[in-house]
Each structure stands twice: as structure tokens, then as C-alpha cells.
């Protein structure tokens, strides 16, 4: 198809466009402004006439055939204004025919043709595109025509018409002077995006094909392709024997690790298809097609190579998926091999790491779907554990070492122990600030949770391990760990591992002094060099400091020790490093999880543990800023969740929570969370929840709670305590109410102490310390809950209301349907809004 | 598979590259539409390049957020790895790179794994498919990256990316045919390089 079939009236030299690139507010300003004389104008910002006026220059352009720079130039910004946008720029079904034509154009040149594709592909999905291919030879091109086909989101079939044709010339003889080597990428994503695409005899086909390029790309380099003219020297140009990476000569087939000055097109082809071979292989093996006796008539003539060169009689035998699994097999084995050469040069030892990932990766799949490679594989890999056990730089290829072991071991019936051990055990410790590693680790332990979830301790004994990923981590981690958090978790390990997460920030300040002390003249340190916390070092060196350190970075869980507050003290001067404090910045997180999960199986005595554990940590945080803050927080709702939970535990816990709520420096320190003790008390403290609950008890706690507010009220204002929030004092003031409701004698009591509020909130020295707002607040509070006392069955009812009252709250929050029960009763005792007036 | 490849700016850094509170996509190529779901309601061409123009800038966000936390971490000052002059070699083995997921629906159908590298006030992202070879991805980045400071002097202040469209895909279509990620040995980089120099020279 030529160029000239579109008559369409060309242009008058269009504006030249000159995209601001970059387009800062200001340049974009300008642009704008200077629109009118039509100078520069950012390609968002072209209107529809403008971009119909520059196809019409280009249109021109294209059917002169002129494909030089100008054209080149127009093109360039085209792509620009269509690509910069994100909404829809409308081309002309014309032009749109008109730049297909120009790609198939043999004249054009590459650019050209690229450009074209990148436009089209820009603008697509595109209903104006319509596509004749049949006729290409051009492999080249083929595949730039298959992105563009590729990108039309299949409405019409698209991914099937690509496949097919790709497939037809990747069967068929080869095209004089083409290369099939740019139709193999075409046609691994054909598969990815389309799974039903291809029939049975065309994966047969193509199978073979495959076996051909794996296994038998010639060992011998290929020619330089530059003509040298009149005084190319012949003999300078035989070329000699594929080498390995290190530069000894190859002594097997040609693999990605063989290394030639020039390359043969089946060495391409070779390369090509093994990076495509992971995903054919999980193509072709699962298509539930397969029929083990299927009489294969084609099978001869489609592989003449493999016929040729094939060392293995009985291989040749088998169908070509079978075959080509086999093949595959032994390429693997090769890189395996090859891979525990020196390189010479850097990029191939990286390339070397990448390939053995690839090749267990490879073995793995090959050992599921045909169970007759597990015996070979199994002592293939055991001899490559045992070698990259003592060999850091392959560490990546340990993780799909050990899926393999996890795929099959019990099948194979071999105790892999000893590879978890290794891989929880020493990786995490020893690499924790390999953030790729740590991100792989992370997703092996996330895809395996099923089988941690059976009967692997190893795994779930290992968390203190692995936290020291996400310690160091903590950004990126984070939403992967909530993934695999709740496996850990378990009635055994959860006391531990709530001590582990209140510990996080210290562990990542921990891991710093680790880093520093283990490589103190590293290149490039991987901690932050604007530190230098000499102290800290020295202090982690003597013996006492040593084995906390030592306890806070155990690669097991080996329960909880007492006493880590010496090494918060001495951790303090790395508080403030940017690391803890992202690290810290979970914590919240992840403590939300934790309970989460944990209340769903926990018992009394377990949810116990937890609320001491809760009041005993609120005081022992690292020091980060906004950490206490905000853990503190967190602790506090939880708290309320155990209590809702295990009512009696304020009976079971009541030493505790009178040790606690006796405390005045709670009040302070730990505000949130002593007040909703505080209300758990008044809230459970009931012989509803717990009949052990005694008038004892109840007396108990209600002395040392009218001890505390009349600490805080009447010692007011004392230079050595500082302000009370009014929240604290209208939540004891109605624990106090809700107690003396319970055991009627001390009504007297409350109600004398409530009356006592108004002198006391009148005080100068209060009125100067408490906004005219807070007073008000307390002293509302005071009168209500005096009102309510004058009838205490009313108040019996309204502050401590039977399960079946209490259950159908007629609206969701639980926190604050009191103070509406309260204000209910206070309008029915104070009589000043008559019932009768509603 | 590789699905998309993208260059985006780095707000923060400040520098030339434009608004400093955007996060803005410079080039994208996505390697064959993903699956969209049956869902119902109109649903025509415009909508779904939106859609795929919107998916790709928030994996730019997020990589973005990732550098800037990954470089709040590190403690070094972001001034750290402002351009010095155009004609210092750039040391890309040490550009900061990252990696994390993308779960299915959010932005793309499927879960995505993205692997990003920051090139001073430059980003670049391959968007690939869960359980891709991560360490060919990323080597495959610090190639493509590699090349494309060489091709198109992409950090001198000269430049123009934007303009050099043709430049990047010819890249592309090199070093990463139809997003296919390759087991290239030094020498078949060399051979590609060579190529490529000549597909660009024309």
C-alpha cells in the first residue's frame, strides 16, 4: 500500500509547536498567554483546530513521501500532544489510515515507522484502526504491529489475529533475511494476555521449535556482520568457539551464559526463548488439553535439528511437550552449572544470579507437572543448597530453593529442615537491610502461608527474625508484613510477640548500632552518617547492655525477659533518626492487627496476660517522639475491646487496676489510657458481669478513686502537678456515681463530694487554670449525676442497665449512648421540662 | 512479562522538571491492554485510555512516595542527589531502587509488582507481573536506565525528553520486545547496543 492513495488536501505549513517542556506553572503561564500569537503552547494545552491544522501540515508531508527531519520533527511532537494528556485526543479515521500507511511503507525509515506505532498506540484503543498484515514478511515490523495491536484491549480479537499470524511464520520456513528473533517476544505476551489462543498442534509445534533454538544453537560464534570491504581480512573474521563467562572454552550447548564476540541468529533465538521459557512451559503444561497417547503425525518432520542432534534416543521419543521438558531440564542444569563459574565481566555475574533464580524457579515448575524430574532435581538442588549456604551473593536463589524443598519434599519424602533452618534462621540476621532480598522474603513467607500454617514451627518461631525486615524496612514492608502478621499469632506466641511490636523502633535502632559496629569503615554506609551515637556503641560493648542487645536482636522467639527499659535509656540519642521513627510510625498499625486477630481465639486467662501486659508497657516505650502518643492511643481502645470482651477481668485484675488507678502520675503520663480504665471500672465493676464482684471490692476501688479526684481537686493548683484535662475528672466523677449506684451506702458519700465541686470550681485558683468551658463541663456533669442520685433506683437503672436494656443501644456508639441515658434522666428528675409540655 | 514501562518526575528535588507538588508522568508505554472486567454501563475507548493513563500515574505516585521515604530513611539530605554537572558520570549503581506490590484492583486488575530507580529529579518504573525474576527486573532497569542517559542526555539541561519519544522506544523495542524481560549477557548488550546505535544514527 503506497502512500499515495489518500488525496487529502495537504496542509499550508501549519504553526510550529513548540511544547514547553518541562511546563512549570510559570512557563505554562506564559504559553497561555502567548497562545494568540501562536509561538509556543503546551501540548496539553493545544485545542482540537490547532491539532487538526499540525495533521493537516503532516498529512501533507506524508504524501509528498517526504520522510526527512521535518517529517521526523512533526512526528516527535505529535506523539508529545497525544501522549501528554490523559484524555482522549480525536485523529482523523484519514490520518489515522494515513500513518498505517506510512509504517508499512517499505521507504520509511525506522523512525518513522516507530513513531507512527507510538502515535497509533497512543491513542488507542481506537476504533478507526483496521490493520492488514497477512502479507508482512517483515518480522520487524510484524512486531512493531503487533504492539500497536496489541494495546486495542481485545474487542475485537485482536490478541488471537497477533498470535496466530506469529505463529504461522514461526512454523513455516523462515523468511528470507528475517529474523524470527523480534516475533518470540510477540509471542509470550500473546499468551499472557490471551490463555485460549493457541490449538494443540501449534503448541506441538511450537514445542519443537523451542527444543531446536534451547538445545541446539550452534557453538561455534557468529560472523561480524559489518562488510569490511575491499580490505577485510578474511582470516580475522572465522570465528571461533562459544566460551563460558569466565573465558574457558564451552565444553556443552550454548546457553544465556555463553559468551561469543558475535552472535548466530539460533544463538538469538536461543536467548529469546529461554527468557520466555518459564512462561511457555506454565502455558503449555496447563492447557487441559493434553491427551498422553495422541497420535502426533507431525512429529518427524517439524524438528529436523533435534533429530539430527540429539544425543538421547529415547528422548526423541517422547512427545515434543515431554520433550521440551526435558530440554529444559538440562539447559537448567547447565546454568546451574555455569552459574558457579567466575565471570569476567560484573554485568554477567549479576546476569549469573538471575539466571540460577530463573533455573530453580524453572525446576520447580518442571517437578510439578511431571513428577518423574523430582529425583534428579532433588540432588541437583541439595548439592546447590549446600553450595550457596556458604555463598552471600547468591542469596536471592535460596528462596526458590526452598519453595522447591516446600513443593516437594513430602512428596519426595527428604527432611528439609535443615533448609528452613538456614533460610529463617541465619538470611534475616545477617542481610535484613537488602531491601530486595527483604521485599522477596516477605513474599515467599506471604505465598506460603498455607503451608506455615500446618505444622512447620520453624516458620512461625522465626518471627523476631523476620521483624528485623520490617524494622529496617518499615516503609515498604509494611503492607506486605500485615499479610503474613496474623499467621504468627497464636496462644503461645502472643505475649511475645505483643512485646516484639512495642519494641520495633528499638530493634531498628538496634540494627543501626549492629550495622555500625559490624562494618565501621563501609563505603557506602547504610545507615544515616549525620549520626554518630558514640555513646550508644560504647554502651552496647559492656557486658550487661550486651546481652539485651543480644536478647532484643534473637533470631527465635524464646519468650519474654524483663527489663529492656536500660536499653531504651541507652538507645535514646538514635530516637530521633529517621528510620525509627518510620518504623515507630507502624507500631500503631500493627498493634490494631494484632488484636484483631488475637481476641478472635483468646481465652480469660490469655486476654488477662494481655491487660497487664497493656498497663506495664504503657510506661516502658522508646522514647520516639510521637510514639507514646500514639501507642498510647491505640492501647487504650484495646483495652476496652478486652474488657467488652472478659468483663471480669476488672474483678480478676482488680490488684492491678487499683495499683494503676492509685497512681497519680498515670493521670499525667498516661492520660488516655487511665481514663479508660477508669471507665472500664465504672463500667464492669457490676455483679451483672462477674459475681465475684463484692461490695468489698466495689468500696475498694472507690476509695482510692475518691482519693485520686480529691487529690486532683483539691490540692489544685500545686506547682508539682500540672493541669488535669476535665475529661479525666468528669470520667471519675461518673465511675465514682456509677460505683455508689451500686452499693447504695456510699450515695451519701458521692453526692456530698459531687456538691463540693462547685465551691471547688469557683476557686480562684481553678478559675485560672481551667477555661470557663471546662468548668462548666465538670459542673454540668456534677448536677446530673447528683440529680441522678436522688432517686437511686433511676440512677441503678441508667448507669448500670441490665444486659437485655443495654444490648439494643439505638444507635452504634456504645461510648456515648451514657451521656444520653444521662440526659434523659436529668430532663425527667430536674422536673424543668414537664412531660407533659412534649 | 513486563507490563508498563514509565519515566516520571520526582517532586521534592525540586528541580527543572516542572511543578514541584506534581508527580507527573513524562513517558509511559504499556505492553498490550490489560483484561478489563465485564462491568456494565457505557464503556468506550476514551474512558479506557483514561483509565490506563490514571492507573499508570498513581504506580508513578506511589513510586514516588517510596523514593521519598527510602530517602528519608537513608538521612542523607535530598540535596544529596541533586545533579551536579551534566557531564559527571552519574554513578547508577548507586541510584537508590526500590521495589513493592500493587494488589489486584488497586490501580491495575491483576497484582503488579513495581520496580523503581530514582535518577536524581527522574524516576523510572517497570510495572511487572507478580513473581517476576526481580533481580533480572531490576538489572533490566539499570540498563534501560543506563541507555537512556546515554541516548538522551536525559539529565543535561538541554534536553528534551519529551520530544525524544522515538528515542525511548527504540530502546524499548530493543532491550524490552513487547515488555519481555531478557537474559542478556554483556556481549548480547553490546551487540543490541550496537544496533541500536545504528536504528538511531539513520
Known amino acids: 500500500m503506497g502512500l499515495r492513495v489518500f488525496r487529502l488536501v495537504s496542509g499550508r505549513g501549519g504553526r510550529v509547536f513548540k511544547p514547553a517542556t518541562g511546563c512549570s506553572p510559570r512557563e505554562r503561564r506564559a504559553s497561555s498567554a502567548k497562545r494568540g500569537a501562536g509561538l509556543g503552547i503546551a501540548p496539553r494545552e493545544i485545542q482540537d483546530q490547532e491539532l487538526k491544522k499540525f495533521c493537516l501540515r503532516i498529512t501533507g508531508l506524508l504524501q509528498k513521501e517526504d520522510l526527512g527531519n521535518e517529517t521526523i520533527d512533526c512526528l516527535q511532537r505529535l506523539f508529545l500532544i497525544v501522549s501528554a494528556t490523559k484524555y482522549y485526543r480525536k485523529l482523523e479515521k484519514k490520518f489515522v489510515e494515513l500513518l498505517l500507511s506510512a509504517m508499512y511503507f517499505p521507504k520509511s525509515p525506522e523512525q518513522v515507522q516507530v513513531l507512527c506505532a507510538a502515535i497509533l498506540r497512543e491513542i488507542s484503543p481506537s476504533e478507526d484502526l483496521t490493520l492488514f498484515y497477512d502479507h508482512i514478511q517483515n518480522t520487524k515490523l510484524l512486531s512493531l504491529m503487533s504492539s500497536v495491536l496489541l494495546a486495542q484491549g481485545n474487542k475485537r480479537d485482536e490478541v488471537r489475529d497477533v498470535g496466530l499470524r506469529v505463529t504461522k511464520i514461526l512454523e513455516s520456513r523462515q523468511p528470507e533475511g528475517q529474523s524470527l528473533r523480534y516475533l518470540l517476544p510477540v509471542l509470550s505476551k500473546v499468551i499472557t494476555l490471551s490463555p485460549k489462543v493457541l490449538k494443540e498442534d501449534q503448541i506441538n509445534l511450537l514445542n519443537k521449535r523451542l527444543i531446536d533454538w534451547l538445545r541446539y544453537a550452534s557453538i561455534q560464534q557468529g560472523v561480524a556482520q559489518i562488510s569490511g570491504g575491499f580490505f577485510s581480512n578474511p582470516r580475522a573474521r572465522q570465528p571461533g568457539p562459544i566460551t563460558e563467562v569466565d573465558g574457558a572454552v564451552a565444553t556443552d550447548f550454548f546457553t544465556v551464559l555463553s559468551v561469543g564476540q558475535h552472535y548466530t541468529e539460533d544463538q538469538w533465538l536461543n536467548m529469546q526463548a529461554?527468557?520466555?521459557?518459564?512462561?511457555?512451559?506454565?502455558?503449555?503444561?496447563?492447557?487441559?488439553?493434553?491427551?498422553?497417547?495422541?497420535?502426533?503425525?507431525?512429529?518427524?518432520?517439524?524438528?529436523?535439528?533435534?533429530?539430527?542432534?540429539?544425543?538421547?534416543?529415547?528422548?526423541?521419543?517422547?512427545?515434543?511437550?515431554?520433550?521440551?521438558?526435558?530440554?529444559?531440564?538440562?539447559?537448567?542444569?547447565?546454568?546451574?552449572?555455569?552459574?558457579?563459574?567466575?565471570?569476567?565481566?560484573?554485568?554477567?555475574?549479576?546476569?549469573?544470579?538471575?539466571?540460577?533464580?530463573?533455573?530453580?524457579?524453572?525446576?520447580?515448575?518442571?517437578?510439578?507437572?511431571?513428577?518423574?524430574?523430582?529425583?534428579?532435581?532433588?540432588?541437583?538442588?541439595?548439592?546447590?543448597?549446600?553450595?550457596?549456604?556458604?555463598?552471600?551473593?547468591?542469596?536471592?536463589?535460596?528462596?526458590?530453593?526452598?519453595?522447591?524443598?516446600?513443593?516437594?519434599?513430602?512428596?519426595?519424602?527428604?527432611?528439609?529442615?535443615?533448609?528452613?533452618?538456614?533460610?529463617?534462621?541465619?538470611?534475616?540476621?545477617?542481610?535484613?537491610?537488602?531491601?530486595?532480598?527483604?521485599?522477596?522474603?516477605?513474599?515467599?513467607?506471604?505465598?506460603?502461608?498455607?503451608?506455615?500454617?500446618?505444622?512447620?514451627?520453624?516458620?512461625?518461631?522465626?518471627?523476631?527474625?523476620?521483624?528485623?525486615?520490617?524494622?529496617?524496612?518499615?516503609?515498604?514492608?509494611?503492607?506486605?508484613?500485615?499479610?503474613?502478621?496474623?499467621?504468627?499469632?497464636?496462644?503461645?506466641?502472643?505475649?511475645?510477640?505483643?512485646?516484639?511490636?512495642?519494641?520495633?523502633?528499638?530493634?531498628?535502632?538496634?540494627?543501626?548500632?549492629?550495622?555500625?559496629?559490624?562494618?565501621?569503615?563501609?563505603?557506602?554506609?547504610?545507615?544515616?552518617?549525620?549520626?554518630?551515637?558514640?555513646?550508644?556503641?560504647?554502651?552496647?560493648?559492656?557486658?550487661?547492655?550486651?546481652?539485651?542487645?543480644?536478647?532484643?536482636?534473637?533470631?527465635?522467639?524464646?519468650?519474654?525477659?524483663?527489663?529492656?527499659?536500660?536499653?531504651?535509656?541507652?538507645?535514646?540519642?538514635?530516637?530521633?533518626?529517621?528510620?525509627?521513627?518510620?518504623?515507630?510510625?507502624?507500631?500503631?498499625?500493627?498493634?490494631?492487627?494484632?488484636?484483631?486477630?488475637?481476641?478472635?481465639?483468646?481465652?480469660?486467662?490469655?486476654?488477662?496476660?494481655?491487660?497487664?501486659?497493656?498497663?506495664?508497657?504503657?510506661?516502658?516505650?522508646?522514647?520516639?517522639?510521637?510514639?507514646?502518643?500514639?501507642?498510647?492511643?491505640?492501647?487504650?481502645?484495646?483495652?476496652?475491646?478486652?474488657?467488652?470482651?472478659?468483663?471480669?477481668?476488672?474483678?480478676?485484675?482488680?490488684?492491678?487496676?487499683?495499683?494503676?488507678?492509685?497512681?497519680?502520675?498515670?493521670?499525667?503520663?498516661?492520660?488516655?489510657?487511665?481514663?479508660?480504665?477508669?471507665?472500664?471500672?465504672?463500667?464492669?465493676?457490676?455483679?451483672?458481669?462477674?459475681?465475684?464482684?463484692?461490695?468489698?471490692?466495689?468500696?475498694?476501688?472507690?476509695?482510692?478513686?475518691?482519693?485520686?479526684?480529691?487529690?486532683?481537686?483539691?490540692?489544685?493548683?500545686?506547682?508539682?502537678?500540672?493541669?488535669?484535662?476535665?475529661?479525666?475528672?468528669?470520667?471519675?466523677?461518673?465511675?465514682?456515681?456509677?460505683?455508689?449506684?451500686?452499693?447504695?451506702?456510699?450515695?451519701?458519700?458521692?453526692?456530698?463530694?459531687?456538691?463540693?465541686?462547685?465551691?471547688?470550681?469557683?476557686?480562684?485558683?481553678?478559675?485560672?487554670?481551667?477555661?470557663?468551658?471546662?468548668?462548666?463541663?465538670?459542673?454540668?456533669?456534677?448536677?446530673?449525676?447528683?440529680?441522678?442520685?436522688?432517686?437511686?433506683?433511676?440512677?441503678?437503672?441508667?448507669?448500670?442497665?441490665?444486659?437485655?436494656?443495654?444490648?439494643?443501644?439505638?444507635?452504634?456508639?456504645?461510648?456515648?449512648?451514657?451521656?444520653?441515658?444521662?440526659?434523659?434522666?436529668?430532663?425527667?428528675?430536674?422536673?424543668?421540662?414537664?412531660?407533659?409540655?412534649? | 512479562m513486563v507490563h508498563a514501562f514509565l519515566i516520571h518526575t520526582l517532586s521534592g528535588s525540586g528541580q527543572a522538571t516542572g511543578d514541584a507538588t506534581f508527580c507527573r508522568v513524562l513517558y509511559s508505554q504499556v505492553f498490550g491492554s490489560e483484561r478489563l472486567p465485564d462491568e456494565p454501563g457505557p464503556r468506550g475507548p476514551e474512558r479506557d485510555r483514561l483509565l490506563r493513563k490514571e492507573q499508570l500515574l498513581a504506580v508513578a505516585r506511589q513510586a514516588e512516595t517510596a523514593c521519598k521515604l527510602l530517602q528519608q530513611a537513608s538521612g542523607r539530605p535530598p540535596t544529596d542527589l541533586l545533579p551536579q554537572s551534566s557531564d559527571e558520570p552519574i554513578p547508577l549503581q548507586d541510584a537508590p531502587s526500590g521495589v513493592f506490590r500493587l494488589r489486584p484492583g488497586d490501580p491495575f486488575q491483576e497484582a503488579k509488582v513495581v520496580v523503581w530507580l530514582r535518577l536524581l529529579s527522574l524516576g523510572c518504573a517497570l510495572v511487572c507481573e507478580p513473581h517476576e525474576n526481580l533481580l533480572l527486573a531490576e538489572s533490566t532497569l539499570r540498563l534501560l536506565t543506563r541507555l537512556l542517559l546515554e541516548h538522551l542526555k536525559l539529565l543535561s539541561s538541554g534536553s528534551n525528553v519529551l520530544l525524544r519519544g522515538d528515542r525511548i522506544e527504540a530502546i524499548l523495542n530493543h532491550f524490552l520486545p513487547q515488555g519481555q524481560l531478557l537474559f542478556l549477557n554483556d556481549q548480547f548488550v553490546q551487540a543490541l547496543e550496537k544496533e541500536l546505535s545504528t536504528s538511531l544514527a539513520r
Open chain 1, 274 to 838: 529461554f527468557s520466555m521459557l518459564r512462561k511457555w512451559l506454565l502455558y503449555s503444561g496447563n492447557d487441559g488439553t493434553e491427551t498422553p497417547d495422541s497420535d502426533d503425525k507431525s512429529e518427524l518432520e517439524g524438528s529436523i535439528m533435534s533429530m539430527v542432534s540429539a544425543t538421547s534416543t529415547s528422548s526423541r521419543l517422547l512427545p515434543p511437550k515431554e520433550r521440551l521438558r526435558e530440554n529444559a531440564f538440562e539447559y537448567c542444569q547447565r546454568l546451574i552449572e555455569q552459574s558457579n563459574r567466575r565471570a569476567l565481566k560484573k554485568p554477567d555475574c549479576e546476569l549469573q544470579k538471575a539466571c540460577l533464580v530463573e533455573a530453580v524457579i524453572i525446576l520447580d515448575l518442571l517437578c510439578r507437572q511431571d513428577s518423574s524430574f523430582m529425583y534428579r532435581t532433588l540432588s541437583c538442588l541439595k548439592t546447590l543448597h549446600g553450595r550457596l549456604c556458604g555463598d552471600l551473593a547468591y542469596v536471592q536463589a535460596l528462596l526458590p530453593v526452598a519453595q522447591f524443598f516446600l513443593n516437594h519434599s513430602e512428596a519426595a519424602a527428604v527432611d528439609s529442615e535443615a533448609v528452613y533452618q538456614h533460610l529463617f534462621t541465619n538470611i534475616p540476621s545477617e542481610l535484613f537491610y537488602n531491601s530486595m532480598l527483604a521485599f522477596e522474603f516477605i513474599q515467599f513467607c506471604r505465598d506460603n502461608i498455607h503451608f506455615f500454617n500446618g505444622n512447620l514451627s520453624i516458620f512461625k518461631s522465626s518471627f523476631p527474625n523476620l521483624f528485623k525486615f520490617l524494622a529496617w524496612n518499615s516503609a515498604s514492608l509494611i503492607s506486605e508484613f500485615v499479610d503474613i502478621l496474623p499467621v504468627f499469632i497464636d496462644a503461645s506466641t502472643a505475649i511475645e510477640m505483643l512485646h516484639v511490636l512495642l519494641d520495633l523502633p528499638c530493634l531498628t535502632a538496634a540494627l543501626d548500632l549492629y550495622l555500625r559496629s559490624s562494618f565501621p569503615t563501609a563505603e557506602k554506609p547504610l545507615w544515616d552518617p549525620s549520626l554518630k551515637p558514640t555513646s550508644c556503641l560504647d554502651g552496647v560493648r559492656d557486658p550487661y547492655h550486651q546481652a539485651l542487645f543480644q536478647y532484643l536482636l534473637r533470631p527465635k522467639a524464646k519468650g519474654f525477659i524483663k527489663g529492656l527499659a536500660p536499653l531504651h535509656e541507652l538507645l535514646k540519642p538514635m530516637a530521633g533518626c529517621a528510620r525509627v521513627i518510620q518504623c515507630a510510625e507502624t507500631v500503631p498499625i500493627l498493634i490494631q492487627l494484632f488484636f484483631t486477630v488475637v481476641t478472635e481465639f483468646a481465652d480469660g486467662t490469655l486476654i488477662n496476660q494481655l491487660a497487664v501486659l497493656l498497663l506495664g508497657r504503657s510506661g516502658l516505650l522508646f522514647d520516639v517522639p510521637q510514639f507514646k502518643a500514639a501507642v498510647h492511643r491505640e492501647m487504650s481502645s484495646q483495652l476496652l475491646v478486652l474488657c467488652k470482651l472478659h468483663p471480669s477481668l476488672v474483678v480478676e485484675l482488680s490488684k492491678e487496676l487499683l495499683e494503676f488507678t492509685g497512681t497519680i502520675r498515670n493521670i499525667h503520663s498516661k492520660e488516655n489510657i487511665f481514663t479508660h480504665v477508669v471507665w472500664a471500672i465504672g463500667e464492669y465493676l457490676s455483679v451483672l458481669y462477674d459475681r465475684r464482684c463484692t461490695v468489698e471490692l466495689i468500696n475498694k476501688f472507690f476509695e482510692t478513686l475518691e482519693a485520686l479526684l480529691f487529690e486532683i481537686t483539691q490540692f489544685r493548683p500545686s506547682a508539682t502537678l500540672p493541669k488535669c484535662c476535665p475529661r479525666v475528672i468528669t470520667v471519675l466523677m461518673t465511675t465514682l456515681t456509677k460505683l455508689a449506684s451500686r452499693s447504695q451506702d456510699l450515695i451519701p458519700r458521692v453526692s456530698l463530694f459531687l456538691s463540693k465541686m462547685r465551691s471547688f470550681a469557683q476557686s480562684p485558683a481553678m478559675t485560672s487554670v481551667y477555661s470557663e468551658e471546662d468548668t462548666e463541663t465538670i459542673l454540668t456533669r456534677a448536677t446530673e449525676l447528683m440529680n441522678l442520685l436522688k432517686m437511686p433506683s433511676v440512677a441503678q437503672f441508667v448507669l448500670t442497665p441490665s444486659v437485655e436494656v443495654s444490648n439494643p443501644r439505638y444507635h452504634l456508639d456504645t461510648n456515648t449512648s451514657l451521656p444520653l441515658a444521662l440526659q434523659m434522666a436529668s430532663r425527667l428528675v430536674e422536673k424543668e421540662a414537664s412531660l407533659l409540655s412534649w
